[in-house]
């Protein structure tokens, strides 16, 4: 059976998780969206065939974007973006990318405990991710909806440090905040 873990076949159209859509709010925009899709992902979507990337974008942008090689250049376009919004991306905290366009630039990581389970653009629920998954957001006015996933027990935010707040004994980048009990 094909699934997200033995991707094949090319097929970038992995959807994301409808309950996490639900508590995330509302997007003006997903530039990354299927040709086909169960349910809408933002007011207004682009597809494969109107290349998103290169398009204009307006608003609060969600963005699961083709995860590989060009996962980072749609990261780069999402940070210097003055609307705000989300993206779910693998947790590769490791690559040179995710040092870039992650580390370097966003406000807030969260990470899931456990992994995701994507969905098919049938509107079925796929296997478990082949690896752990995190929302960036490149803006403050997305702490609201982290916070809220974080106090569900879904996952630990990530907060980058504010001038003042940054300890001069460990130059600590970012605070952590852990699950709630």
């Avoid at 925009?29 to 065939?49: E, G």
């Amino acid at each position: 059976m094909l699934n997200f873990n033995t991707n094949t076949i090319n097929k970038d159209e992995w959807l994301t998780p409808p309950w996490l859509l639900s508590r995330l709010g509302s997007f003006d925009l997903d530039p990354c969206a299927p040709v086909n899709r169960p349910w809408p992902t933002a007011s207004r979507h682009y597809t494969v065939l109107d290349d998103g990337l290169s398009r204009p974008w307006k608003g609060r942008i969600w963005l699961n974007p083709p995860y590989g090689r060009e996962t980072f250049r749609w990261m780069d376009r999402l940070a210097a973006h003055d609307g705000g919004g989300m993206a779910l991306v693998f947790a590769r905290t490791e690559t040179r990318g995710f040092a870039r366009s992650v580390w370097n630039r966003a406000e807030y990581v969260f990470f899931f405990h456990g992994r995701l389970r994507f969905w098919t653009v049938e509107g079925k629920e796929a296997d478990a991710a082949n690896a752990p998954s995190c929302l960036v957001a490149y803006r403050r006015e997305e702490r609201p909806f982290l916070v809220a996933l974080q106090q569900d027990g879904k996952g630990i935010l990530v907060e980058r440090a504010r001038p003042g707040l940054m300890s001069l004994e460990t130059d600590t980048l970012f605070q952590y905040q852990p699950l709630a009990a």
